[in-house]
């Protein structure tokens, strides 16, 4: 396979904003905040050196076991996001897509969003795809039920189902499959994101903790990508 260039989609587990706040002796929820400030400039800065698609983990499916005011926290931080930032992502064309299932989030957190959707849809640049409620097992789930109904309804084929047929059904239908992830704090671990669609991602596990997380720590990740050889379970030599 050729130097891969610069990744199409980049996919990133913002991780440690909870340990940041306990070593700044601040409240969790002072540890969220300085991770959306961190977002902000990785969203800015992938959207205007041309990435195609930035796949962001906001909150999990297992996230709900937190504890009642953080979710409730978090949610909240999440409707101020779309608030402050739905203007400038419009402007730069970016497309912000859902990855979950949002009826399960608060009223005004699905408002925000079911509104970014809506109004940036008809958008030609950056695919931003937050994943709020997601989990790969239970997007695959959702996949194969919803080919079980297709099936049932269109009496069922004789046809065996392939790869594509799967893939119509996830959540980033159309998209590219992931090529660079990124996990920040040291921790080494898939968690559950994008399981499907990272098949042949290359991994990046940077030490800093998520909201000390800067353009020039994503920079030394995009550069150290170039330098992979990808091949996809083929032979280069
Ligand atoms: C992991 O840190 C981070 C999360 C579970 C939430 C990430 C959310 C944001 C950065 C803000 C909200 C997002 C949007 C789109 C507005 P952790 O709390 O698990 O950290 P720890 O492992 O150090 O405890």
Redesign the pocket.
């Known amino acids: 396979m050729p130097n891969p260039g610069l990744p199409r989609h980049v996919a990133i587990i ?7 706040a306990k070593q700044h002796a601040f409240s ?1 929820m002072m ?2 905040r300085k ?2 400030e961190a ?1 902000r400039e990785i969203i800015r800065y992938s959207s205007n050196i041309g990435i195609k698609v930035l796949s ?5 499916t297992e ?1 709900w076991s937190r504890p009642e005011a953080e979710i409730a926290a ?1 949610m909240r ?2 409707v101020e ?1 779309f608030r402050s930032e739905i203007d400038e992502l419009h402007e730069n064309k970016v497309r912000i897509r859902i990855l979950g299932d949002i009826n399960a989030l608060t009223a005004s957190a699905r408002d925000a969003v079911i509104m970014a959707q809506e109004r940036t849809r008809g958008n030609t640049g950056m695919q931003l795809n ?1 994943a709020l409620n997601y989990g790969a097992r239970d997007e695959l789930i959702r996949a194969v039920n919803a080919l079980i109904a297709d099936a049932r309804d269109g009496g069922s084929s004789a046809e065996p189902l392939t790869w594509k047929d799967i893939e119509h059904h996830l959540y980033t239908k159309g998209q590219p499959d992931v090529d660079l992830l990124i996990r920040t ?1 040291g921790e080494q671990r898939l968690s559950n994101f994008l399981l499907l669609q990272s098949a042949y991602a290359e991994l990046f596990f940077p030490q800093k ?2 909201p000390d997380y800067t353009v020039a720590d994503y920079q030394d990740a995009l550069a150290a990508y170039v330098q992979r050889e990808r091949r996809f379970g083929g032979r280069t030599t």
């Open positions: 913002m991780d440690g904003n909870g340990r940041w969790v540890g969220h991770g959306v977002l962001l983990y906001a909150f999990s996230n978090l931080l999440i996001f937050i704090s903790l998520w």
